[in-house]
């Protein structure tokens, strides 16, 4: 699922890759994304996607797991534009937190799991937990971006998304897109849902550009998460 999110979406936005691909109105967006900042990075799989998809900027990962952390940093050995910062998680301020060990590794979270997750897809259960360093984007950006560079924000923290974005309180404004996946139903104690998001997004300066279809319940095949992309509206030259 996640290879058909990312080529779907590198598609859509046409962020200079291999090939720019035609959108509505045969308008192209001749934008070039420079940074992708990989918040959730689990052992890589986006960023070798984004990789496959054309995508030759730095990319920059973020992983708390200590075993997706050593897998994430053996697959990024080899890429010299691939940068693994040390294990921690991505919140809204500095400190440590106990993060839930899924089985499929990539349903981790800090947050519980409820009944709606497990009994959708059993093999997410929780398994164990490790304690991990919590920081924010703020406090990280500067030595990554350059206030010239085009940044790409990928979230993929189960349920945790808006502590990441209230640690991008100074930054948000500086970043051109954000993708993030985003929940129709509860699936983690406290999380936000969808309808909080789009309405934090427009208030921020930032238009819905595209949604995608994500985790399904496996019995009934209800929607239960989606991934979507929003896009600074202060980039008034993204379709030139």
């Given amino acids: 699922m996640i290879k058909k999110i990312i080529k779907k979406l590198f598609n859509q936005l046409g962020f200079e890759l291999s090939r720019l691909t035609p959108i509505q109105n045969h308008q192209t967006i001749q934008h070039k994304i420079d940074v992708i900042l990989d918040v959730g990075a689990n052992t890589g799989q986006y960023a070798l996607l984004t990789r496959k998809e054309g995508f030759n900027g730095r990319i920059v990962s973020f992983e708390p797991l200590p075993e997706a952390h050593k897998n994430l940093a053996l697959n990024a050995c080899k890429d010299s534009r691939w940068i693994i910062h040390p294990r921690c998680a991505i919140g809204s301020s500095s400190g440590s937190a106990e ?37 924010n984007v703020d406090s990280i950006y500067g030595k990554y971006c350059k206030p010239s560079d085009n940044v790409f924000l990928k979230i993929d923290t189960q349920g945790f998304e808006w502590e990441v974005l209230k640690g ?60 979507a992309v929003f896009i600074n509206k202060s980039m008034n030259n993204l379709f030139s």
Wanted: aromatic share 14%; charged share 15%.
């Fill in 168 to 227: 991008c309180h100074h930054t948000l404004k500086s970043i051109k897109a954000v993708q993030l996946e985003l929940s129709i139903i509860p699936l983690y104690e406290g999380q936000k849902l969808y309808p909080f998001f789009f309405d934090f997004f427009e208030s921020n300066g930032f238009d819905l550009w595209t949604i995608i279809p994500g985790f399904r319940n496996q019995k009934t095949g209800q929607l239960l998460q989606f991934d």
């Fill in 99 to 135: 993060i839930n060990i899924s089985q499929n590794s990539f349903s981790s979270s800090i947050l519980p799991m409820l009944d709606t997750h497990s009994d959708a897809a059993p093999e997410s259960i929780y398994i164990g937990k490790v304690k991990t360093p919590i920081i």
